[in-house]
């Protein structure tokens, strides 16, 4: 396997690490929410995430690379669930980007097949981040978001 072969393994790797943190963070930030609808849409978009780590795993096992270390399980969300959502946000804006170069390289090594699944991502990603940043700023924003400790706490009779 080439430098440039390892190049892009590394890269389909850090990438893999990523969505399956984003689908824990996402996952964490949809228990937070109070309206039924935007957790819904929380965990469809965690689920995307699991899936983009699925594709670049089979892309990795093609490639011959693995077993892969397994992010940590403990994530440390700040108690602004809007300002989560915000980060969430930027970071699938900056994944995209990555997405983008990845499948750069993939396409300078021939190797279409992940080239396509970083494009597929890419612009799930690019989604994700619109949609985040939508729910973040949007007029529900404030009536749809808690805190830790509010949705923990029985409503007030």
Do not use: K
Not at 94 to 118: F, H, I
């Amino acid at each position: 396997m080439g430098a440039r072969h390892t190049r892009l393994a590394a890269a389909l790797a850090a990438a893999w690490e990523a969505e399956v943190v984003s689908a824990r963070r996402m996952t964490m930030l949809a228990e937070r929410i109070m309206d039924a609808r935007m957790r819904a849409r929380l965990m469809v978009l965690a689920a995307f995430c699991r899936a983009h780590a699925s594709r670049l795993l089979a892309r990795l096992a093609a490639l011959g690379r693995g077993p892969l270390p397994v992010p940590p399980e403990e994530i440390i969300l700040d108690p602004d669930t809007q300002l989560e959502l915000r980060r969430e946000g930027a970071f699938a804006r900056a994944s995209a980007a990555r997405y983008e170069a990845t499948a750069e390289l993939a396409r300078q090594q021939a190797d279409l097949s992940s080239a396509w699944v970083c494009e597929l991502n890419r612009t799930e990603e690019q989604d994700r981040s619109r949609e985040l940043l939508i729910m973040a700023e949007g007029a529900l924003a404030g009536a749809t978001l808690s805190s830790p400790a509010a949705a923990a706490a029985p409503a007030d009779s």
